[in-house]
C-alpha cells in the first residue's frame, strides 16, 4: 500500500482532488490510521486509474460514480461495454447539437455581412423552420419539389451549390459581390460600374451551374419572390432581386450584340 502523497505524486493528481473523491464517496482509501495517514492498495490504484479514463473521454464523475455502482450488479466487462456505448451515443449528440450551432452562427454571420441586423425575425422564423430539417455534412440543404422535373444531373448541380450558413468559400464570393450590389443599387443597373459587377455575377452563377444556362433561369424564377411575398432566400427580397435581374437582363443583351458585331 502506499500513502496519499505517493498517489497523488504517481498520478499527477492533487491530494487535494483524492480528499474529493473521498468527500463524495469516489474513491476511497484502503485504510486511514489513527493519526489521519491514508493508505490505497493496488485495487484503489486500479479503481483510481479508471476513473482518469473516464474523466480523459468525457464523463462526468455523476457518470463514473453511477458506472461503479452499476458494476456491484453486473458483471465489469458488460456494465463497461454498455456504459460506452451510452457515452458514444451522448457524444453524437452533441456533436450534432453542436454542427447545429455551428449552421446558425455562420447563417447570421453571413446574413449580417449581407443584409445587416435589419430584420431579426424572419432570422429567427427560417432557424426555427430548419430544427426538425437534418443536417448534411453541416448545413441544412434546400429542398426541390418533384413537380419541378429535375433530371439526375441537374439534381446533382443544385445540390452542390453553396449554402448560406456553410463553411464553403464560394458562398462568401457570391456575399461579397451581392454586398457590392447592394451599395450600388441607388446606380442605374445600365451604368459601367453596375455592369462590371453584372458581368462577375454572370460569370460566377454559370460557373456554379456547370454552364446550364436554362437551368440557372429555372432556379433564380424558383428563389424569385413576388411583389409583396416574402424572400425564399434571407436577404434576396424582391426589390434586390428585381435590380439584379435588370442589370443581368442589360448584361446579356450588350453581350449578345457584341456578339453580333464581332461576327460581322
Same mark, same amino acid.
Request: charged share 30%; glycine share 6%.
Given at each position: 500500500?502506499?500513502?496519499?502523497?505517493?498517489?497523488?505524486?504517481?498520478?499527477?493528481?492533487?491530494?487535494?482532488?483524492?480528499?474529493?473523491?473521498?468527500?463524495?464517496?469516489?474513491?476511497?482509501?484502503?485504510?486511514?490510521?489513527?493519526?489521519?495517514?491514508?493508505?490505497?492498495?493496488?485495487? #484503489?490504484? +486500479?479503481?483510481?486509474?479508471?476513473?482518469?479514463?473516464?474523466?480523459?473521454?468525457?464523463?462526468?464523475?455523476?457518470?463514473?460514480?453511477?458506472?461503479?455502482?452499476?458494476?456491484?450488479?453486473?458483471?465489469?466487462?458488460?456494465?463497461?461495454? #454498455?456504459? +460506452?456505448?451510452?457515452?458514444?451515443?451522448?457524444?453524437?449528440?452533441?456533436?450534432?447539437?453542436?454542427?447545429?450551432?455551428?449552421?446558425?452562427?455562420?447563417?447570421?454571420?453571413?446574413?449580417?455581412?449581407?443584409?445587416?441586423?435589419?430584420?431579426?425575425?424572419?432570422?429567427?422564423?427560417?432557424? #426555427?423552420?430548419?430544427?426538425?430539417?437534418? +443536417?448534411?455534412?453541416?448545413?441544412?440543404?434546400?429542398?426541390?419539389?418533384?413537380?419541378?422535373?429535375?433530371?439526375?444531373?441537374?439534381?446533382?448541380?443544385?445540390?452542390?451549390?453553396?449554402?448560406?450558413?456553410?463553411?464553403?468559400?464560394?458562398?462568401?464570393?457570391? +456575399?461579397?459581390?451581392?454586398?457590392?450590389?447592394?451599395?450600388?443599387?441607388?446606380?442605374?443597373?445600365?451604368?459601367?460600374?453596375?455592369?462590371?459587377?453584372?458581368?462577375?455575377?454572370?460569370?460566377?452563377?454559370?460557373?456554379?451551374?456547370?454552364?446550364?444556362?436554362?437551368?440557372?433561369?429555372?432556379?433564380?424564377?424558383?428563389?424569385?419572390?413576388?411583389?409583396?411575398?416574402?424572400?425564399?432566400?434571407?436577404?434576396?427580397?424582391?426589390?434586390?432581386?428585381?435590380?439584379?435581374?435588370?442589370?443581368?437582363?442589360?448584361?446579356?443583351?450588350?453581350?449578345?450584340?457584341?456578339?453580333?458585331?464581332?461576327?460581322?
Amino acid at each position: 500500500m502506499i500513502l496519499i502523497g505517493e498517489l497523488a505524486k504517481k498520478t499527477n493528481i492533487s491530494k487535494r482532488t483524492l480528499h474529493y473523491y473521498e468527500q463524495i464517496e469516489l474513491l476511497q482509501p484502503t485504510r486511514i490510521t489513527e493519526n489521519g495517514y491514508r493508505y490505497y492498495d493496488e485495487g #484503489a490504484i +486500479l479503481r483510481l486509474q479508471k476513473i482518469i479514463l473516464l474523466k480523459s473521454i468525457g464523463y462526468t464523475l455523476e457518470q463514473i460514480k453511477e458506472l461503479f455502482q452499476n458494476q456491484e450488479n453486473k458483471e465489469e466487462h458488460e456494465t463497461w461495454i #454498455a456504459s +460506452l456505448n451510452e457515452q458514444i451515443e451522448l457524444i453524437e449528440q452533441k456533436k450534432d447539437e453542436l454542427s447545429r450551432k455551428q449552421y446558425y452562427l455562420r447563417s447570421t454571420l453571413h446574413t449580417l455581412k449581407f443584409k445587416g441586423m435589419n430584420d431579426p425575425e424572419s432570422l429567427l422564423q427560417i432557424i #426555427a423552420n430548419m430544427e426538425d430539417r437534418p +443536417l448534411q455534412e453541416g448545413v441544412v440543404r434546400p429542398e426541390f419539389s418533384d413537380d419541378l422535373q429535375l433530371t439526375s444531373r441537374e439534381m446533382d448541380i443544385l445540390h452542390c451549390l453553396p449554402v448560406l450558413g456553410s463553411g464553403d468559400k464560394r458562398m462568401e464570393e457570391l +456575399l461579397t459581390i451581392f454586398q457590392r450590389v447592394q451599395s450600388m443599387m441607388s446606380l442605374s443597373p445600365y451604368s459601367s460600374k453596375v455592369q462590371a459587377i453584372a458581368g462577375q455575377l454572370y460569370e460566377m452563377a454559370l460557373e456554379l451551374f456547370d454552364g446550364d444556362e436554362k437551368l440557372l433561369d429555372k432556379y433564380w424564377e424558383l428563389i424569385k419572390p413576388g411583389d409583396a411575398a416574402e424572400p425564399v432566400v434571407l436577404g434576396m427580397d424582391h426589390e434586390f432581386m428585381s435590380y439584379i435581374d435588370e442589370m443581368i437582363r442589360f448584361f446579356l443583351k450588350e453581350r449578345e450584340e457584341n456578339a453580333h458585331e464581332g461576327g460581322k
